[in-house]
C-alpha cells in the first residue's frame, strides 16, 4: 500500500515525470544508433545479393546462342527496407496527451514484421550479339521473365 502511494507521488511530482521522459528519449536514441550498424551490414548484403544476381545473370544470358560476352548492371529504387513491430504507449497527464512509440524487442533482437526489397528500375546488357535483332529480343525476353520486369525496364547494347 505505502508502494502505491509513494509511486502515486512521484507521478505527481514534475521533475520525476520529466526525468522518465529523458530517459525513454534516451533509449530510443540508443536503439536507433544501434539500428543503424544493422542496417549498414544489410546494404552491404543487399549490394552482394545485387551483384551476384547480375554475376547469374551475365552467366545465364552469355549461353544463349549467338549473345558472345555479356555484361548486366541492375539499378534498384533504394536499399530494403524493414518494417519493425512497434508499440505505441499514450499517457495522459491533465490536459496534454503523449504519445510513445518504440520497437518491440524478444530476446535482445528487434522483432521484424518484414523486409521489403527494393524495385528494379532498370537493367543494362551489353552483348557481344546484340546487332542482332533476333539476338536482342532473346536477351529482352529471358531477363525480363528472369526478373519479372516489364520489356521497357531493359535497355540491350552492342558490346565493342
Known sequence: MKDKIKLKERLKNKKFL???FVALLILIALIIFFSTFKKEEKV???NEYIVALENKLES???KVENVGKVSVVINVSSTPE???AVETTITQNGDSVKSVTTPIIVGGETVVLKEEVPKI???LIVAEGAN???VKSKLINCTSTLLNINADKIEILTMK
Open 44 to 46: 552491404a548484403s543487399f
Open 121 to 123: 528500375t532498370g537493367v
Open 82 to 84: 524493414t518494417i519493425l
Open 18 to 20: 520529466e526525468g522518465l
Open 132 to 134: 542482332n535483332l533476333f
Open 60 to 62: 545465364a544470358l552469355s
